[in-house]
Antibody, heavy 123, light 108 residues
Framework: EVQLVESGGGLVQPGGSLRLSCAAS????????MHWVRQATGKGLEWVSA???????YYPGSVKGRFTISRENAKNSLYLQMNSLRAGDTAVYYC?????????????????WGQGTMVTVSS | DIQMTQSPSSLSASVGDRVTITCRAS??????LNWYQQKPGKAPKLLIY???SLQSGVPSRFSGSGSGTDFTLTISSLQPEDFATYYC??????????FGPGTKVDIK
């Protein structure tokens, strides 16, 4: 069964750090782009980071310089190191698989999602 | 940055109704548009990719159309399990992705 399972969420103080993990199974992890997406309670989805098959990372401006995405293909694992956390980073964090349905990189969607892990930034 | 908007933000409908949700991009994104369904407490689920291609396993009552800046998601006959929030997402600016704000479909 194709599956993603996140872990590592919890309560952290503002300015603190947290490392999220995502364990993949049921597919060739190294062959896929991977993503983190977050969702604050009652709010919409926000793309947080991506990593390509070659390990190239990408971030939106809201987290650039504070978050670091990485992958360990030998362990079928994706990570998100989050530093300098703020109250606004409080959310459920999902990992998702990037599905490329064409040769152009823009032909991409998120076809498999984990169940999410909750991150709460509060004093 | 490409901004995505959706309308309406919420709607009430009955089982069997035809439902249409609109997504608009702030610039042309060709057909690089995906649709997701999310139920409360659950992860999103991919419904439509490339504006009109149905993801494997998704019922055929779901369809997508559009290109450029204007897109629609249509549910031809709303079923009880379709009450959820629907999000559009642009992949034109890959590896930067943007989601729309969502449209909540609830029971009338």
């Amino acid at each position: 069964e194709v599956q993603l399972v996140e872990s590592g969420g919890g309560l952290v103080q503002p300015g603190g750090s947290l490392r999220l993990s995502c364990a993949a199974s049921g597919f060739t992890f190294s062959s896929y782009d991977m993503h983190w997406v977050r969702q604050a309670t009652g709010k919409g989805l926000e793309w947080v980071s991506a990593i390509g098959t070659a390990g190239d990372p990408y971030y939106p401006g809201s987290v650039k310089g504070r978050f670091t995405i990485s992958r360990e293909n030998a362990k079928n694992s994706l990570y998100l190191q989050m530093n300098s956390l703020r109250a606004g980073d409080t959310a459920v964090y999902y990992c998702a698989r990037g599905f490329r349905y064409g040769g152009n990189p823009s032909w991409s969607a998120f076809d498999i999602w984990g169940q999410g892990t909750m991150v709460t930034v509060s004093s | 940055d490409i901004q995505m908007t959706q309308s309406p933000s919420s709607l009430s409908a009955s089982v069997g109704d035809r439902v249409t949700i609109t997504c608009r991009a702030s610039q042309s994104i060709s057909s690089y548009l995906n649709w997701y369904q999310q139920k409360p407490g659950k992860a999103p689920k991919l419904l439509i990719y490339a504006a009109s291609s149905l993801q494997s396993g998704v019922p055929s009552r779901f369809s997508g159309s559009g290109s450029g800046t204007d897109f629609t998601l249509t549910i031809s006959s709303l079923q009880p399990e379709d009450f959820a929030t629907y999000y559009c997402q642009q992949s034109y600016s890959t590896p930067i992705f943007t989601f729309g704000p969502g449209t909540k479909v609830d029971i009338k």
